[in-house]
């Protein structure tokens, strides 16, 4: 396959729209698993997403063009799957199941749109935010995450020429190289990107995903890109996400209902998945009190994804409740996913070895790590912690707590509500960097 010169293309924008998402199947694949469900059995359920920018020190709307971000969303929503994208999706095995996406699913997807947003600028910051119907709104969140990010990172690289531009990019490889060096010398480690959302762009996150393909071999086991997974036949990978058990919880009509919010969403989830798709991502109210009041059917669960935690600590709490259930931890999976770095990993997959099956999720800092890479000295190209998170359903407010409060999001009164009802243990707070 002919590599693509990133710094050829960043350099010559020829057209007047370079668009930045071109397929609606740039996405993780774990929104069209959620949203099938979502179809399925809440097709009447608003939802409105917003924009979060955690790194309050960037003035967004200082850096991106509102006229460009406009430009590029209006683009998205002009998207439709094409004919190619709707046959993969429904006669490709995914998680080594024919037809994971219902026939009726896929009907009613072919036709699919993204739904209108809502922007203004305030303080420096965007207010992006999408309302409406959840089966449509759902669907926003991985490419404004991937508009704005890409657009910063133009907006950044703006005055280089080519030569820093191939600077850059040779400086950048390199240094992605030696992490991958350095994973490949871990026997048995499985690593998959879980990049999208805060990629530096999407030409750079397709040649991480080819280099780790032929850096690691069978030890990189694939994608959470659905199109990336689809043009590089590899495994699309992913399952759900926080935001089931933040629409579950905000739909509750009491506090034992909100109190059993995470778990329907996992029998909901059982229903129309089972098999090697049952991963439980505890931590949405916090990982102590998801374990302290979790169902024993839970532990049958083919494992965990702990989101927030230090990994270690996280991922042996986890192993301590599934001994406590007369499981053994060895026949069990561990997801790790948050904000990993390659030492990270390197001491976790060490800790964790021979104690219990193990993945690593590596994101941001595989496909946005340009920390010194820049010819001039600039942070402009740092990565940053930005999310879009489900904050109203149904007309009420959305909570997440995290096991970092740094990462909760949500109204005031509600997370103190919430906090009243699940309570604080385990909760750590850390600085988020990605």
Same mark, same amino acid.
């Given at each position: 396959?002919?590599?693509?010169?990133?710094?050829?293309?960043?350099?010559?924008?020829?057209?007047?729209?370079?668009?930045?998402?071109?397929?609606l199947?740039?996405?993780?694949?774990?929104?069209?698993?959620?949203?099938?469900?979502?179809?399925?059995?809440?097709?009447?359920?608003?939802?409105?997403?917003?924009?979060?920018n955690?790194?309050?020190?960037?003035?967004?709307?200082?850096?991106?063009?509102?006229?460009?971000l406009?430009?590029q969303?209006?683009?998205?929503?002009i998207?439709r799957?094409?004919?190619?994208?709707?046959?993969?999706?429904?006669?490709?095995?995914?998680?080594?199941?024919?037809?994971?996406?219902?026939?009726?699913?896929?009907?009613w997807?072919?036709?699919?749109?993204?739904?209108?947003?809502?922007?203004s600028?305030?303080?420096?910051?965007?207010?992006?935010?999408?309302?409406?119907?959840?089966?449509?709104?759902?669907?926003?969140e991985?490419?404004?995450?991937?508009?704005?990010?890409?657009?910063?990172?133009?907006?950044?690289?703006?005055?280089?020429g080519?030569?820093?531009?191939?600077?850059?990019?040779?400086?950048?490889?390199?240094k992605?190289?030696?992490?991958?060096?350095?994973?490949?010398?871990?026997?048995?480690?499985?690593?998959?990107?879980?990049?999208?959302? #805060? !990629?530096?762009?999407?030409?750079?996150?397709?040649?991480?995903?080819?280099?780790?393909?032929?850096?690691?071999?069978?030890?990189?086991?694939?994608?959470?890109?659905?199109?990336?997974?689809?043009?590089?036949?590899?495994?699309?990978l992913?399952?759900?996400?926080?935001?089931?058990?933040?629409?579950?919880?905000?739909?509750?009509?009491?506090?034992?209902?909100?109190?059993?919010?995470?778990?329907?969403?996992?029998?909901?989830?059982?229903?129309?998945?089972?098999?090697?798709?049952?991963?439980?991502?505890?931590?949405?109210?916090?990982?102590?009190?998801?374990?302290?009041?979790?169902?024993?059917?839970?532990?049958?669960?083919?494992?965990?994804?702990?989101?927030?935690?230090?990994?270690?600590?996280?991922?042996?709490?986890?192993i301590?409740?599934? #001994?406590?259930?007369?499981?053994?931890?060895?026949?069990?999976?561990?997801?790790?996913?948050?904000?990993?770095?390659?030492?990270?990993?390197?001491?976790?997959?060490?800790?964790? #070895?021979?104690?219990? !099956?193990?993945?690593?999720?590596?994101?941001?800092?595989?496909?946005?790590?340009?920390?010194?890479?820049?010819?001039?000295?600039?942070?402009?190209?740092?990565?940053i912690s930005?999310?879009c998170?489900?904050? /109203?359903?149904?007309?009420?407010?959305?909570?997440?707590?995290?096991?970092?409060?740094?990462?909760?999001?949500?109204?005031?009164? /509600?997370?103190?509500?919430?906090?009243?009802?699940?309570?604080?243990?385990? #909760?750590?707070?850390?600085?988020?960097?990605?």
């Amino acid at each position: 396959m002919a590599k693509t010169d990133i710094a050829r293309r960043v350099y010559n924008h020829t057209w007047k729209l370079d668009p930045i998402v071109r397929s609606l199947l740039d996405t993780d694949f774990y929104k069209l698993l959620m949203l099938q469900m979502i179809w399925g059995m809440y097709p009447k359920v608003d939802a409105t997403f917003s924009l979060i920018n955690r790194t309050t020190s960037v003035r967004l709307a200082d850096e991106i063009d509102e006229g460009e971000l406009r430009d590029q969303l209006d683009h998205a929503r002009i998207l439709r799957f094409s004919k190619k994208e709707m046959i993969w999706l429904g006669g490709n095995n995914f998680y080594g199941r024919k037809q994971i996406f219902e026939p009726e699913f896929l009907a009613w997807l072919e036709n699919f749109r993204l739904p209108d947003y809502e922007l203004s600028r305030r303080d420096g910051q965007y207010e992006l935010s999408f309302p409406g119907p959840w089966m449509y709104t759902t669907l926003w969140e991985i490419p404004a995450l991937a508009i704005i990010n890409e657009l910063r990172s133009r907006a950044a690289m703006r005055s280089y020429g080519p030569f820093a531009l191939d600077v850059l990019y040779a400086r950048a490889k390199a240094k992605m190289w030696a992490k991958t060096e350095r994973l490949k010398a871990l026997p048995g480690i499985r690593i998959s990107d879980f990049g999208t959302r #805060r !990629r530096h762009s999407f030409l750079w996150q397709r040649w991480c995903v080819e280099a780790l393909k032929e850096g690691i071999g069978d030890a990189f086991t694939g994608t959470s890109n659905v199109l990336l997974a689809m043009d590089n036949d590899l495994e699309a990978l992913g399952t759900n996400a926080h935001e089931l058990p933040m629409v579950f919880a905000a739909l509750a009509n009491s506090e034992e209902e909100l109190r059993e919010a995470p778990y329907k969403v996992l029998q909901d989830w059982q229903r129309y998945y089972g098999g090697n798709l049952l991963i439980v991502l505890p931590d949405a109210f916090g990982t102590d009190s998801f374990l302290r009041d979790a169902p024993d059917w839970v532990a049958d669960w083919t494992g965990f994804r702990p989101d927030s935690a230090p990994p270690i600590e996280g991922g042996e709490k986890i192993i301590d409740w599934w #001994r406590k259930k007369g499981k053994d931890p060895k026949q069990k999976l561990l997801i790790f996913s948050d904000g990993l770095e390659v030492e990270t990993i390197e001491e976790t997959y060490r800790h964790f #070895r021979g104690k219990v !099956r193990m993945s690593f999720g590596w994101g941001t800092n595989l496909t946005n790590d340009f920390e010194g890479c820049a010819p001039t000295e600039t942070d402009s190209l740092d990565a940053i912690s930005l999310v879009c998170k489900v904050t /109203e359903a149904n007309g009420r407010p959305a909570v997440k707590l995290s096991d970092n409060p740094a990462k909760a999001t949500g109204d005031e009164k /509600e997370i103190k509500r919430y906090l009243r009802i699940f309570g604080e243990k385990g #909760r750590v707070e850390q600085l988020v960097k990605v």
